[in-house]
DNA sequence: CTGACTTTTTCGCGTTACGGTAAATAACGG
DNA sequence: CCGTTATTTACCGTAACGCGAAAAAGTCAG
């Protein structure tokens, strides 16, 4: 691919897990040709001006499958949220309720996009090919933890709006639950 | 705080979703003074060198309120395995179960961690006050992550084996299967 | 032909967040 | 004096990225 192409492809491919606007790609692509790693040809265009298509050279494959095999550790989450819960005597509630629902929502927003993908890319919920096995791994955890820290917001939610509500509400509340109980 | 007791202490505490060594945390401590956030004063030891214990100003306080008030976006989960999943077909796929056998084993665990300090610090499970309810829920999301991802290393790596099987393996458990059942 | 717009690529500046190595202090014990 | 611990600082670098712009090449409407 170009970069331009790579561009505008990449949100919705690796776009998931992964953000990078033009210049990034092309400063990655310019070290990648530097090293080796990949090699441009211009392809000409009629109407637009000519792109720089890069395809993978030998030595870039194989420093992928070397760069693939080499052991990771897990990433680390760094997510504002836990700082804000760690201190959360010291910090307002309601803004942080309010975060706490757009971040349900994304995520079961983000949900329900995997799903879709899942059952256009895999309606029997197999894969065939190698390839498609990994896809499927990936979409996998994708849809766990996707669901998975949206139940968590839900329970966040409710909890804070526990603390939020004054003591008259819960004493309210607890003799109403008295009365019907 | 001194720099010297965050950095002794930084990884017990907020470590489990954040890294930083004693000259990291040393530079950020000298922004947030330059800033006017904290304070040193100098604590005169016996026995050892003087040390500089920084407190927050009000202004640093009032800093931290509203930097927990704006509006915040989940952060992207940046793994090489999903990287590597992509592409699983110009993957060698040994060394990515190694990779995945010790994932699990880092989740695992982890979760037991988590369970540890949850029935240690909430024995009864639930929180009293506000500060502990947050530590609460950061623990309920840290035990329901490690939870997820382990289990999903438990599908990966399972069908990962199924892949490097060669095909005559599975023939010959086909056909024991066959004669079992 | 000019001006606006798309496609494709590049440049130059800055920042944040880090890692590495070491050194400067200060106090202690032997 | 030397080695060790505690405490802080200095200096060097890097990877990854954002910002804002602009260059170059082509299209099309007015």
């Known amino acids: 691919m170009s970069g331009y192409e790579l561009a505008k492809t990449f949100d919705s491919s690796i776009g998931f897990f992964w ?25 000409v265009q009629s109407g637009k001006p000519n792109k720089l298509v890069y395809t993978l050279t030998s030595e870039g494959r194989a420093a992928f499958r070397h760069w693939a095999a080499r052991p990771s550790s897990p990433p680390m989450i760094k997510d504002d949220l836990l700082v804000r819960l760690c201190a959360l005597d010291s910090v307002d509630i309601e803004p942080l309720r309010a975060d706490l629902m757009a971040r349900l929502e994304h995520h079961r927003d983000r949900y329900a ?38 139940e968590w917001c839900e329970e966040a939610i409710e909890t804070l709006s526990a603390i939020s509500k004054p003591a008259s509400v819960l004493l309210l509340e607890d003799s109403r639950r008295e009365n019907n109980g």
Do not use: M
């Open 113 to 150: 996009r995997y799903e879709r993908i899942l059952k256009k890319l895999f309606p029997d919920g197999t894969a065939t090919s190698v390839a498609d096995t990994g896809k499927l791994l990936g979409l996998r955890i994708g849809l766990r933890h996707e669901r998975t820290v949206a």
């Open 19 to 43: 953000k990078a606007d033009h210049q990034q790609i092309y400063r990655e692509l310019s070290k990648l040709r530097d090293r080796g790693h990949i090699q441009g040809h211009e392809v």
